[in-house]
T-cell receptor
Framework: DAGVTQSPTHLIKTRGQQVTLRCSPKSGHDTVSWYQQALGQGPQFIFQYYEEEERQRGNFPDRFSGHQFPNYSSELNVNALLLGDSALYLC???????????FGQGTRLTVV | GQQLNQSPQSMFIQEGEDVSMNCTSSSIFNTWLWYKQDPGEGPVLLIALYKAGELTSNGRLTAQFGITRKDSFLNISASIPSDVGIYFCAGLNTNAGKSTFGDGTTLTVKP
């Protein structure tokens, strides 16, 4: 049973570019949440997708957008990258009503 | 917005010692979670607390949900080298996805 998988594992982008990160949830999970974890800090909630719709959103600008596909996998898109967007981006999957969300190992994004 | 304060920020202990770390919040949470994150990995859930005053154990780990619902602590007994990592507390009010995390306690265990 595969856990949460994210791709790519590492990525380097130039300021102003756009990036797409991908997440496949754990088998049986239909809800995907995205977090940004800056160095030395805890993860910060970006948004959550369920039934292919954004259900909740944290305090992130519109440059951060996402999508969920019918197979429950999800993408996180960030436009007009800033140096401050450099971070570990974590995807977590869960089932409605569950307390536990399972995290992937993350995508390390570096903006130069 | 909601904010969680974890202390201490880091700990250096000898193998075999007990460890205690805590988390306080400016807001009430219905659920408290404790995670461990190893380098290059995502957080892994250690303990979940659902009721104010609840004390829960998982092996050498014990955690408590504060009566006010604004704080929690985690104890690790008889630490071993594989306990090294970053421990995060997280508060949850709605569903499993949207958690508010603290900034972590980095634990180093010297053999």
């Amino acid at each position: 049973d595969a856990g949460v998988t994210q791709s790519p594992t590492h990525l380097i982008k130039t300021r102003g570019q756009q990036v797409t990160l991908r997440c496949s949830p754990k088998s049986g999970h239909d809800t995907v949440s995205w977090y940004q974890q800056a160095l030395g800090q805890g993860p910060q909630f970006i948004f959550q997708y369920y039934e292919e719709e954004e259900r909740q959103r944290g305090n992130f600008p519109d440059r951060f957008s996402g999508h969920q596909f019918p197979n429950y996998s999800s993408e996180l898109n960030v436009n007009a990258l800033l140096l401050g967007d450099s971070a570990l981006y974590l995807c977590a999957s869960s089932r409605p009503g569950d307390t536990e969300a399972f995290f992937g190992q993350g995508t390390r994004l570096t903006v130069v | 917005g909601q904010q969680l304060n974890q202390s201490p920020q880091s700990m250096f202990i000898q193998e075999g010692e007990d460890v205690s770390m805590n988390c306080t919040s400016s807001s009430i949470f219905n659920t408290w979670l404790w995670y461990k994150q190893d380098p290059g990995e995502g957080p892994v859930l250690l303990i979940a607390l659902y009721k104010a005053g609840e004390l829960t154990s998982n092996g050498r780990l014990t955690a408590q949900f504060g009566i006010t619902r604004k704080d929690s602590f985690l104890n690790i007994s008889a630490s071993i080298p594989s306990d090294v990592g970053i421990y995060f507390c997280a508060g949850l009010n709605t569903n499993a996805g949207k958690s508010t995390f603290g900034d972590g306690t980095t634990l180093t265990v010297k053999p």
